[in-house]
């Protein structure tokens, strides 16, 4: 069973402040998925990335698929307090036909 | 684009009743939809995936009786919880993809069993 590990778990910061999220795994995936989910809302997704080394930016946030597509971060840059949610990286299987495995998840607060 | 709902947004209802949450892509043909449960501040659970005119799969653990899916059309998936009971209060989330493509999620459907 693929496994996805996300870390951290939880994270609170301060206005302005830079921070890193991090999904790992021991497997390769077809692609990977960041979505960012506010309390009692779907997830709405941030980016797709599918290349091994691809770097996306979105604004402040900075997402990579690592060189061996095992591994993802996500960096915000100057994080300010409508930042906060929960932070999802998702990846898909080779072969999976689009059948997703979630990480844990990232619950984000940004202070003003 | 790559809109899904689903409705009721929130329903309440009595243990041993049955509910029915539908899930529509708005503005794209869903050939797979996945159906999802969250218990709070967790993770999405996968609870099934339907493809268009086919039956549904299930996650190993997931009673397939208990939780019905049908998947009539292209953009219409349909989830019924039957014979409820206050275990089954959750967050159900459906999403919808195309071709195997990225996964796109309706806004969820809080359901309280009293």
């Known amino acids: 069973t693929q496994l996805l590990e996300q870390s951290p778990q939880f994270l609170s910061i301060q206005e302005g402040e830079n921070l890193t999220v991090y999904c790992n795994s021991s497997s390769v995936f077809s692609s990977l998925q960041w979505y960012r989910q506010e309390p009692g809302e779907g997830p709405v997704l941030l980016v797709t990335v599918v290349t091994g080394g691809e770097v996306k930016k979105l604004k402040r946030l900075t997402f990579q698929f690592g060189d061996a597509r095992k591994d993802s971060s996500l960096h915000i840059t100057a994080a300010q307090p409508g930042d906060t949610g929960l932070y999802l990286c998702?990846?898909?299987?080779?072969?999976?036909?689009?059948?997703?495995?979630f990480g844990k998840g990232t619950k984000l607060s940004v202070k003003p | 684009g790559a809109v899904v709902s689903q409705h009721p947004s929130r329903v309440i209802c009595k243990s041993g009743t049955s509910v029915k949450i539908e899930c529509r892509s708005l503005?794209?043909?869903?050939?797979?939809m996945f159906w999802y449960r969250q218990f709070p501040k967790k993770s999405l659970m996968l609870m099934a995936t339907?493809?268009?005119?086919?039956?549904?799969?299930?996650e190993q653990g997931v009673e397939k009786d208990k939780f019905l899916i049908n998947h009539a059309s292209l953009t219409l998936s349909t989830l019924t919880v039957t014979s409820a009971h206050p275990e089954d209060s959750s967050f159900y989330i459906c999403s919808a993809s195309q071709w195997g493509e990225t996964q796109y999620f309706g806004p969820g459907t809080r359901l309280l069993v009293l």
């Open positions: 339907s493809n268009e005119g086919s039956k549904a799969t299930y």
């Open positions: 503005d794209f043909q869903a050939t797979t």
């Open positions: 998702a990846g898909a299987a080779p072969g999976s036909q689009g059948n997703l495995i």
